[in-house]
Each structure stands twice: as structure tokens, then as C-alpha cells.
């Protein structure tokens, strides 16, 4: 073999083992899910709660199944399916034979249902390894939460500094050092979480102890969630108290660097710790009504198109997007509906007249009631307003005659897109193919006349402008 193949073949060998590095193995038998695939999940990252599809697991007709999933590092996956969210903490490299749960599907009335949440649940996984994490994980959170009930009384209500040691010093005992850094890491910020009963997180020591002066653990939910308990708001709890009386000037400021410099001079943060801090709450201060919302999106901008290091930039665009999604102005979600006949169409075809799209539920009263409300507008205005009307299931031909407007289905990604989450719900278009107005007043408590009132404004300014 020449030196220049040998060194190939070394290379392919490397290359090849940095890729299988970088993944794990699903696989298991589960003949209820025959035929059925299912994307697997994760947070990009826990501000934005954005998902990114890892990879898939398809059943064979005999249920059985293997699928690579792609990771960047160890995370929490989920999956979700019929009732449920299935979760796992996997790490690169590793084969893991799943259990899956009994199948369970929704019910009519839970699919139904807008509010529906599904039940989360832990994969099992068969022949599990005693240093498997989700194993040292599930032991240390058994022991926790006796160890959290036994002394509740005297870490949350009492405070009480020896109480917290003891149980520290018991779950350290029992869970000694390991050679795995991300349960050390879990460990550290679950026992920082009973620390958090004292002072409430308050305390500049313990912040900059466990936040601003780590590296943020985007993928660690023992970080995640204890980051959350003490920053949800944290702009809102600043302005108002006597904390900080000049977090409300920068936040409405709009200069995304001049708060992060403001907070890490005060504080003495690291960057890293500054910028996540507020980008959490930017996020929460642009629905708390007290900050200026166009203050707020300028920020976001500023940190996406800005020296950011890209994986803050990342979040920024996510937030960005979360927020200004559907608001006045923005594009129309990519939806197709389906006409009784068949025939899909999109909204877009409607440009030059309003579009009023109503969710609604024929078999719900107050549902009924409303179409009854819109059949008079509808007929009124049908030269300039276009009624879309989306039924929660079918429509009976008899049924469909009794309400001006054209009755169309869309699927669950469809009423997702439109964050359909109770019915009725509606959303006007205006004639430029835009959101009007999302939520749209209902047709009894004032869409007539908001759309009338549009009607006699584009009348004035076309005698205005002499057309």
C-alpha cells in the first residue's frame, strides 16, 4: 500500500469516527407504531423555544426500527406523538433500545380541544447501563425530591442555611463524583436550586456565582430552568423597584450594547452571561406593557446584525420572529385550506379586497351565534370583503347554506400557523395580502364597523387624491 493511500484510509477512518462521534442510535420494536415515522426534536434554545428536527424514526411494518440522530452535544430529545411528549438525555455515540409507551391516541374530543397538552413522558430504555445518564439522572432526582419533601418546611419557609447543608451533603454522598461532566453539572445546578429558596436569587453573589460568571448551559434543563426562575421578568422587576431605577431608560433606549455594557460594568458579567440575560428579557419585556415594544424589536436588530457571536444572534432572530409574528403588517402564514369541493387555494389569491378569516366550531353555540352575526356584514359588504370560514371538522351541505361565506378545513399545522387556540377566533387581511388585524374583532363586538370605517377612509383619501 503507498504512503499517500495508507494516509487516506487514515483519514476516511477519522472522519468516519467524528461522524458517528456526533450521533446516537435509536432502535427498538414497537408493533402498535408499525408503519408510523416520528421527527425527533430538541430546543435550539430554551429563550425562543424554537424546535430543530434531529432525525426520524420510521417503523417497519414489524414495528421494528433504528434511526441515527444527529447531536450536537448531549442533550434532552423529545418526540410527540398521539398523547404524548416522549423525552431522552442522549449522548453522542451511544445505542439506546427504546420502549415505547402503549400506544394512546387523542380522543375526538381531544383533538378537538385547542388547549390540548400532551402527556410527558420518559422513554424506557431496555437493558439500560448503570452509568447510562437518564438512569443517574432518574436516581438523583428519586433522592432529591425525598430528601426536598422531608426538609421542605425548613429550607422554604424557614430558611433555615443547616437545613439546606445537610440535605447538599446527603445527595452528595450518595452521588459521588463522576467521570460524566454533564451530570456534575446537573447535579451542581439542582442543589443550587434548594440554595434558591434562602434569598430568592437575589443575591448578587449567588447570581454571578451560578449565571453571570459561567458559560450559559443552553442544553442543561437543571440550568435552564433555575436561569428562568430568577431572570422571567427580570427587566420588569428591576423597573419596578428600587433595584435598578435605570433599566427602563436603556431598555427604551433601543441600544442593545449600551444595556449590555450597563450590565456588565454594574454587575461585573461576563458577555456571555450579559447576553443572555437579555435577550430572556427582551423577550419577556416586549409582553409586559411597561417597555416600548419598537425600543424592543430595535434591540433584537441590533443584536442580529451586530458583533454578536452567531449563536446570539441566532436567538435574537428566533425572538424576533416568535414576536412580531402575525402582528399588523406582517406576511401571511403559508397555509393551504381545502374548498368542500376538494380544491386547495391559498389567502393570497383574495388580494384587492379584506379577507375575514374566522375559525369556528359548528358545534359550539357561541360559534353558531357569531356566524349568524357575520351573515348580514357579509352580504353588505361582498363587493370589498372576502369571508373565509374554517370549520373544526366537516360541514354538512345543508349547514353550509345557512352562512354567507365559504367554508373551507385546514389540518393541525395549518390552525398552528395561525395560533389557533380557542374558537372563535378571527384575523382581518387587508387588501395588500397583510394582517390587518390579528386577533380581528368578532362579528359581534365591532367588525362592521371597523370595516366600514376603512371603507370611508380609503373613500376620502381617493377623492383627496382626485381618483
Known sequence: MSKTVYLLCILISLFAGKVLAQSATLKGRAPEYAGMELPVFRYVDFISEEKAELGRIRFQQNGSFSAVIKLPSTMVCFAEFDVYQASLYMEAGKTYELQFPPRQQKSEAQKRNPFFNPMPVWFLIVNQQPDDLNLLIKNFETEFRRLEDKYFYD???????????????????????????????YKKYRLANLEFALHQGRSAEYVSKYFGNVKPMMELPAYTN???????????????????QKITTLVNSGDVNTLENYLAEKNGWTPEACRVIILRSLK???????????????????ACEGNWPDMYKQI????????????????????????ADGQSFSLEQFK???????????????CRQHLEALNPIAEQLKNNLVVVLVNEGKVAATEATKYNGTFVTTDEKGKAAWKV?????????????????????????????????????????????GK
Open 155 to 185: 429550607i422554604y419557609e424557614k430558611r433555615l442555611k443547616s437545613s439546606l447543608q445537610l440535605v447538599q451533603n446527603e445527595l452528595l454522598q450518595k452521588f459521588p463524583k463522576t467521570e460524566n461532566r454533564y451530570f456534575e453539572e
Open 226 to 244: 433555575l436561569f428562568n426562575q430568577i431572570f422571567t421578568n427580570y427587566f420588569s422587576f428591576l423597573g419596578n423597584s428600587l433595584h435598578d
Open 284 to 302: 419577556d419585556a416586549y409582553y409586559s406593557g411597561q417597555f416600548s415594544k419598537q425600543a424592543i424589536i430595535g434591540s433584537l436588530k441590533q
Open 316 to 339: 435574537a432572530r428566533n425572538i424576533l420572529q416568535k414576536i412580531s409574528y402575525l402582528i399588523p403588517g406582517s406576511e401571511l402564514p403559508r397555509v393551504s385550506f381545502v374548498r
Open 352 to 366: 384587492g379586497k379584506f379577507v375575514y378569516l374566522h375559525f369556528t366550531d359548528l358545534q359550539n353555540p357561541v
Open 421 to 465: 387556540k380557542t374558537f372563535p377566533t378571527s384575523y382581518l387581511i387587508g387588501r395588500d395580502g397583510k394582517i390587518l388585524q390579528s386577533p380581528a374583532l368578532n362579528p359581534m363586538n365591532g367588525i362592521d364597523s371597523q370595516l366600514r370605517s376603512l371603507l370611508e377612509k380609503e373613500r376620502i383619501e381617493k377623492l383627496r387624491s
